[in-house]
């Protein structure tokens, strides 16, 4: 009852008082998890949450103590009667561990599951500003795993508020490289006076699988942002992945992913990369009909944008990303790339060409033709220039001063030198005979 429970609390901080002055860490240690101990057996919750605040604040207390003391008491949050009791004993612990280096981590962890439960409120913004408070990157005796774990809850929240700049701030907090750290090598065993990194917690996901949740994180991100190329590169690093390349289940959706994503990237080198790298890879000839379609990207030979969607329109509209589909403005941005591909196939072939031409062979007006080629020149994918009261477009660029007389330069060097070879071998060849004749 209660009067027994206040009696040995009265009793046991007695011992506790008589423990911390004479500097007895385990006696100190044993006699504040013990007080908790009794206020959880007797269900008595404010007891529990007042000892608590008591104990911490007592004078010289023991840090071994209130570590111990909040160790204890956390494994209480889950044993609450309800949600109340449980949000209240979250934040009494919070302001003991406040500003406690030596329990930072246990803070970090509680802050966790204060956020947990204001998302499943619906208070999702609160749940986001509650896990920003806590800079993890810091805390030298947490695992890595649960660092990345914990900065990871944090992009998911700020995404989920639609706060995409703090997002790509806090994923800038982890480094890709770690991720391709060897798992199977043995730990060394730390040094005297070095940081002892705590072991993570059971529910903390391994390294492959931290890898594939930061990647999906960040397709989100550059979903948002349209950026196309950024989302291949995430869905070629989760095709890496050793669970999802092992299963054809997992990998198919994703390389097909990454053919749509391809495709729709504007043309560039490391585009053109990825593109041939992709093309090399076996799987591919799983779906033949998307190995097709990128081989008509490197092919130079000019795509027919009406046979290609009617071909492929089908699959563009069923593909979907995280439960959206690839939409209009992909579509569009799909016929985009389409024309820039002919528009550099064209340049290639011709050194002018006119304009009336150029729409006929890009299935374009006169008008829409030539906004797309002014398009490409503004962004440097290829050089041209456009006569408009002759309607000719010239591919070639216009060499200066200087670049002509390199090359003429040039030019007479490597005609000087065949002259020299030349007559090396005349020279050879008058040797060889005389030396015969001799003979």
């Given amino acids: ?66 570590t111990a003391m909040v160790q204890q008491a956390m494994k209480y949050i ?9 949000i209240e004993l979250i934040k009494t612990l919070n302001s003991v561990s406040a500003g406690k280096i030596y329990v930072e981590i246990e803070r970090a962890r509680l802050i966790k599951k204060l956020a947990k439960i204001k998302e499943e409120q619906g208070l999702i913004a609160e749940a986001a500003d509650l896990m920003q408070e806590i800079a993890v990157e810091t805390f030298g005796a947490m695992a890595k795993t649960e660092k990345i774990a914990f900065i990871l809850e944090q992009v998911r929240l700020c995404l989920d508020c639609q706060d995409y700049v703090r997002a790509q701030i806090l994923s800038r907090k982890i480094s890709t490289r770690v991720f391709d750290a060897d798992v199977s090598k043995e730990k060394k065993k730390p040094k005297e006076g070095d940081n002892v990194v705590e072991e993570a917690p059971a529910d903390i996901p391994s390294l492959p699988e931290l890898k594939r949740s930061y990647y999906e994180l960040m397709i989100r991100y550059y979903s948002h942002k349209n ?9 070629k690093e989760i095709y890496e992945v050793p669970s999802v390349k092992e299963n054809p289940a997992e990998w198919i959706p994703i390389l097909r992913k ?126 041209a220039k456009i006569d408009r009261p002759m309607g000719i477009v010239c591919f070639q660029s216009a060499k200066d001063s200087n670049d002509i007389l390199n090359s003429w330069a040039a030019n007479l060097e490597r005609l000087l030198d065949l002259v020299e070879k030349s007559c090396h071998q005349i020279h050879k060849e008058t040797m060889v005979h005389k030396a015969a004749l001799k003979v």
């Avoid at 950026?227 to 869905?235: A, D, M, P, S």
């Avoid at 944008?305 to 799909?334: C, I, M, V």
């Fill in 227 to 235: 950026n196309y190329l950024e989302i291949c590169r995430c869905y």
């Fill in 258 to 383: 990454i053919c749509w994503y391809l495709v729709l990237s504007p043309h560039d080198p490391m585009q053109s990369s990825l593109l041939n790298s992709t093309l090399e890879d076996k799987n591919l000839s799983e779906i033949s009909n998307f190995k097709l379609l990128l081989k008509q990207l490197v092919t130079m030979e000019v795509i027919q944008w009406t046979a290609l969607w009617d071909a492929y329109k089908d699959e563009f509209k069923n593909e979907n990303n995280f439960g959206k589909k690839l939409g209009e403005k992909a579509a569009e941005d799909l016929k985009e790339r389409v024309i820039e591909h002919n528009i550099i196939v064209i340049s290639k072939y011709y050194a002018r060409i006119t304009l009336k031409r150029l729409a006929e062979l890009l299935c374009q007006s006169v008008q829409e033709a030539e906004k797309h080629l002014s398009d490409m020149v503004v962004s440097k994918t290829l050089v």
């Fill in 78 to 86: 889950d044993e609450t009667p309800d949600l109340e009791t449980r």
């Fill in 1 to 66: 009852n209660a009067g027994n429970l206040d009696a040995a609390i009265e009793q046991l901080l007695n011992a506790e008082k008589h423990a911390r002055l004479a500097g007895d860490v385990a006696a100190t240690r044993n006699a504040v998890t013990e007080i908790l101990r009794l206020c959880f057996e007797a269900r008595a919750w404010k007891t529990l949450n007042d000892q608590i605040v008591l104990l911490s604040k007592r004078r010289g207390q023991l840090k071994q103590a209130v």
